[in-house]
């Protein structure tokens, strides 16, 4: 095959990087690794809406329609790029899954290597398959995210490794898009964002991307940022490391967090909180987001509606009880993952199908019609 130029091709896509080129950190020295990421949908519900009631507007911000189906992109395509300009030849990170993906696709996209490290038998079935598709080398190690990350922090000392975990600021850089468009859409930030929270990036990021907008007299008010993290898993909420974390939603399933004290900035700048989820409130809520929204969600995307309806109920003592925010409050949820990412969560709901006759009387018997 003749040598292709992905990075410098008219057909590159518009993707964060060209919409909001000019608050991030690229120059026209910067070769553009994209994929089209970002532009994701703000999808408004209204029955979360309904469920909050006194004339409140919830809309989910579905980031499992970016292109590796997470909002990891969004941070990738900066943090490739950038690796790119500085000539590095391989990307490294630790993951419980997505940023893998990403890295993985988008080191593909750049033609460099990427090399991925993960705990062992940890990993939602989809995110795995993806890093092997788009070609990465793989470690599986015997310990958790955070030993994961342990390594490749020491990796990273190394020259010749470029480190695409979110403790790189062009991964949290490129994240802050999001709340740029959630700004465009809604022609102001919200007054509430929910969103999961594990390695604390992405609460850092959002609330760097609302900051910066509003300096930018892009918007007039600032949200009041609200993470959630799962029962067994949650650091932040406990304020102390949990050396063991487990939960089913093993995107956020770690018990160290990278970004925890800017986490903790954002939610004390922002007048938020941090509160926990059960796993199963986790469960209901992705099936309930799944069946009553036609929105398919990995479990971890799942908290912030989970949270949602923790945050309605005051017998459930939740730390940011809806009941007493202002009327027509505005309140985004930024679901982080597509459901197809880790489907054996919902393998118990694909019951066993024996064929019917091939005839209309069969099929309307077999749906109870
Ligand atoms: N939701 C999903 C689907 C995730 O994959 C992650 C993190 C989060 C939420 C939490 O975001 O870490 O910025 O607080 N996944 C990382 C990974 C850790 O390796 O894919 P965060």
Not at 65 to 76: A, E, I, V, Y
């Amino acid at each position: 095959m003749t040598e292709v130029d992905p990075v410098q091709s008219e057909h590159r896509g518009r993707g964060v990087i060209a919409r909001y080129e000019r608050f991030l950190p690229v120059s026209s020295e910067t070769p553009i690794v994209s994929l089209g990421e970002g532009d994701t949908p703000l999808i408004f519900s209204p029955r979360l809406s309904a469920a909050v009631g006194r004339g409140c507007q919830v809309h989910i911000k579905y980031e499992g329609l970016n292109p590796t189906c997470s909002f990891k992109d969004r941070g990738m395509t900066v943090a490739v790029s950038k690796a790119l300009e500085h000539k590095m030849v391989t990307v490294i990170c630790a993951s419980t899954g997505n940023t893998s993906a990403a890295a993985a696709a988008y080191a593909a996209r750049a033609g460099i290597r990427c090399v991925v490290v993960l705990p062992a038998g940890k990993i939602a079935s989809g995110k795995l398959l993806q890093a092997f598709a788009y070609g990465a080398k793989v470690v599986a190690i015997d310990g958790n995210f955070d030993d994961a990350l342990r390594v490749v922090r020491a990796i990273g000392e190394r020259s010749d490794f470029a480190i695409v975990n979110s403790i790189n600021p062009d991964r949290i850089a490129g994240q802050m898009t999001a709340a740029f468009e959630i700004i465009d859409a809604l022609g102001d930030a919200p007054d509430f964002h929910l969103l999961p929270l594990g390695n604390a990036g992405n609460i850092t990021a959002y609330w760097a991307g609302y900051r910066q907008y509003h300096a930018a007299g892009n918007c007039r008010r600032l949200p009041a940022m609200i993470g959630f993290q799962a029962a067994g898993a949650a650091p932040v909420y406990y304020d102390r490391v949990i050396e063991n974390p487990k939960t089913i939603a093993s995107a956020i399933r770690i018990g160290n967090p990278a970004s925890w004290k800017a986490a903790k900035s954002a939610v004390h700048d922002s007048r938020g909180a941090v509160d926990i989820v059960t796993d199963e409130e986790i469960l209901a809520a992705q099936r309930w987001l799944a069946t009553h929204e036609g929105i398919f969600v990995e479990p971890a995307s799942a908290a912030p509606i989970a949270g949602l309806f923790k945050c309605c109920d005051p017998a459930r003592k939740p730390i940011y009880p809806f009941t007493q925010i202002p009327e027509s409050s505005t309140i985004v949820c930024t679901v982080t993952g597509h459901g197809l990412k880790d489907p054996e969560v919902m393998a118990d709901c694909m019951i066993k199908l024996p064929p019917v006759a091939p005839n209309d009387e069969e099929v309307l018997k077999a749906i109870e019609i």
